[in-house]
């Protein structure tokens, strides 16, 4: 239980890969600060499911990313319950396929402030605690997309090509205060997000709900197998021991092979 004593908060951790990194940062000792959307009793049942794995303790925030101060809030929140946040990651997002002409404004301007500009803000709030520690872990749930495009996704490919430009950028600033920052760029993971896309793709492409899994999804993914929430989790679990104190400004594909071709 090496992350004792620590604080992660994790953002769009409610369900998919976000519950998962705190989870797994849970079963670490970390203390966890869960944030997102979705039924009351199921986010109340997750959140003591965490304070059980490890007895540190576990809060929820309601803040909505869209907005800076929420954001402010919840940071201010995080830091008064446990003095500060030592890992920080950057893992909710919205997806929204359309052609770049039946694009709606509004999605757009949803998509770059929930999966790009709201890591801004809560880097810029967490920064000065870990800097006052010496010690910080900032980790970007980025995407394939971050490395690669697809059609019908502009403002997503747009966004994750963002926080990976963005998180190789603090990576410099933070690189003498004891503070990394990196990306995992998953392939397609099953989690709500990518569910929840699928009949949109159907309809920008015309196709099946099966062909739209195995001709769009795993077409490009050559393993042809789903990422695991529990996959990418472990990778940021790395990310926080250390022995990845050496890593930092860098972009970890778990896609399948990807963007190896």
């Known amino acids: 239980m090496f992350l004792q004593g620590k604080t992660a ?6 369900s998919g890969i976000g519950l998962a990194y705190a989870k797994a940062m849970a079963a670490e000792g970390a203390n966890i600060v869960i944030n997102g959307f979705g039924d009351a009793d199921e986010i109340e049942a997750e959140r003591k499911a965490l304070e059980v ?4 303790r576990a809060v929820y925030s309601d803040a909505d990313l869209t907005k800076p101060k929420k954001i402010e809030d919840m940071m201010k929140m995080a830091a008064d319950e446990f003095g500060g946040i030592d890992i920080l990651v950057n893992n909710a997002g919205t997806q929204h396929v359309d052609p770049v002409e039946d694009f709606p404004p509004e999605k757009w301007d949803l998509i770059l402030a929930l999966n790009l500009t709201s890591s801004f803000h809560t880097v810029r709030h967490a920064v000065p605690y870990m800097k006052e520690k010496k010690w910080g872990r900032i980790i970007g749930t980025a995407s394939a997309h971050s490395k690669a495009a697809s059609p019908f996704k502009t ?6 090509h963002g926080l990976a430009g963005f998180t190789k950028t603090i990576a410099l600033e933070l690189a003498e205060h004891g503070i990394t920052a990196n990306c995992i760029s998953p392939g397609y993971v099953w989690t709500p997000l990518v569910e929840n896309q699928i009949p949109d793709t159907m309809k920008a492409r015309n196709m099946s709900r099966e062909d739209v899994i195995n001709k769009v999804m795993l077409d490009g993914q050559p393993t042809k197998e789903f990422v695991t929430p529990e996959q990418v989790a472990a990778i940021g679990v790395f990310l926080c021991r250390d022995e990845a104190a050496q890593v930092t400004g860098a972009n970890w594909s778990v896609d399948g092979g990807w963007t190896a071709e």
Not at 155 to 160: E, G, I, R
């Open 9 to 14: 908060l994790i953002t769009g951790s409610t």
């Open 53 to 56: 794995l490890n007895g540190a």
């Open 155 to 160: 403002a997503y490919v747009t966004a994750k």
